[in-house]
């Protein structure tokens, strides 16, 4: 403590630091971890031009880290000057951040690790006959001196952090820095696939990257062999959005398999990951996170780099613009191939609209018939009198083979075999149950899934997760428009809640009352139920609101908007189970209604609708060709 006051009441000089406590003042920021460091050592190979990129990895970094490259290297009187703070080659004045076309430009990268490892680099240019050899100890040079050496440089970093206890000590474990060098190794990768790259991590090769891939074969090649990503292309005014996104099934509990690019250079930006997110949408089971890489082109002077110094943050001057393109971007991918259904619906089938999504690459995909039309809400004939004439007991639907009908219990919601016409509706005009000439229905497995086949591929759909889709939409759009049809009780039932039931319904009292139910309170955590929305109306109204107040708060829970959670609770709770068989006509007036959705490859959970085996997928199982 007297120390302290001493330290006030002494007069002391201002004077610059020593070069060497500048440097590692810097580092501080500079390399944070191991894996900074692999990033800015490999960037300079990148800048210098190198198509051979080699990391080696002992001890998690904390031994050594290696990289070796075949770039133009450093002229023997340069190597020196190359550890001076703020000595670049990359720049010479700030106007030229307007159209940076490297990784480095700040000058700060070497001298800053040179200060808090032992250091050692070797560099030959193609003019020189011999390389040059520098070793520099905590920010000392130790020695510089000619060396025999291929052209390009290596260099060597031991024991980082050596003379930063603190730092040293702030490192994790060896697993979790492993991690964080082999996700900064495959970014550096994803970003150059014209680069070949290998990387070892503490004595395991962990990849070997030829130079000279197309940006598909590098994302098959590390993010995930077997998988088939699906390409992303989309030209907006502020950004072209390029890249691979895996398929949903593919998503993982953390966010580090989503890789953002911009102009090539590996970037974080939650806004940006966000927009990759959403275009998933509901795609995404809960809490889950995508894997791709996505590439943003940007003119150079609509991005500053120049914001921190890891250059892993970049500032954008059209972000909300370029994070709407990369939403539409990812959406658009997923819907155009891949987990999209490679068939059409035959309600679609004749309708100049329903053209595909205009994506080249679906078409080019194999037993594709044809894209998804335009995403349309789902206004089907068959929705229309389910919600809008409660009064009638039954929806009868007649296909176009005469006399063939089915129905749907409009009161429990589910779709129910019938051989007769219950109330002797007219046949719905341009009812869809018409022809199904994209796909066949060959089966139903377990009275939950219907096979289908369309051309050569086989799909199987979860008929509850395909109901409850065609619902859920539906049900969005009600709730919005506050037109859910409810049914009036004969007698009102009186509904004891618990407290914390009470609660939720009390938030939520008008949207309850606007969504088909009215309820009023009677008194302590007792209600009054009068009429329940029209679909759910077969079941006891005392369960149903229970489960619906309880879906309601879990889903609230999790973040949902309150009018989705009332549609998804909803259109749960009225969806067809397992268990229930559907006949013929059925089953594909359900897959119709499915693919008249705008996202008709998940129930709202997350939970896929249906999944696709194709012949080859077959082939392989049993082993031909
Ligand atoms: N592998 C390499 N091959 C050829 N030259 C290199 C290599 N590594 C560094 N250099 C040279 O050394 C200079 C200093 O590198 P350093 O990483 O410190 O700065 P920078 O890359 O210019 O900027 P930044 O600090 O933003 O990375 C570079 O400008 C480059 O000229
Ligand atoms: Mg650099």
Redesign the pocket.
Known sequence: MSSQADKKLTRRWIRPLPKQVVNKIAAGE?VERPAAVVK??V???M??G?DRIEIVIEKSGSSAIK?I?N????DAD?IEI??SRH????ISGFDDLNDLA???????????IASVAQFR?V?RTTDADVGQEIIIEGGVLQGVQPIAAQV??Q?EIKNLFFNTPARRKFLKSETTEARHISRVATALALGRPDIGFTYTLNGRKIFTLPSGQSSAERVASVLAPRERFLPVQFEGEQATIEGFVGPPQLAQNNRQSLYLFINNRFIQSATLAHGVMSGYGELLPPRKFPVGAVHIKVNAGEVDVNVH?T?IEVRLAAEREIHDLIHRAVKEALRSDGIIPTFRSSANAHSPSSSPSGNSASSSHGGRIRGIGSPQPVNHQFFKELFENPQAGSVVLTSSSENDQFSVNKETGEIIETGENLVGHETASGAPAGPTDGFRLIGRFSNLYLILQVGTDLYIVDQHTAHERVLYEEMVRRVDEQSVNGQQLLFPVQVELSPTQMAVYVEAADLFNSSGFTISEFGGTMVNVEAVPVILAKKSPEKILLKVIDDFASLRKSGLDLKKAMAQSMACRAAVMSGDRLNDKEAEFLIESLLQCENAYACPHGRPTFIKLTRDDLDKQFGRG
């Open positions: 500079v800015e050592l960037e300079n190979s800048d210098a190198a990289i490259d770039g133009c290297g450093i340069q190359a550890f000595a670049t080659s990359k490297t990784y480095g430009f700040r000058g700060e990268a070497l001298p800053s680099m560099s390009g440089t260099v110094p250059k």
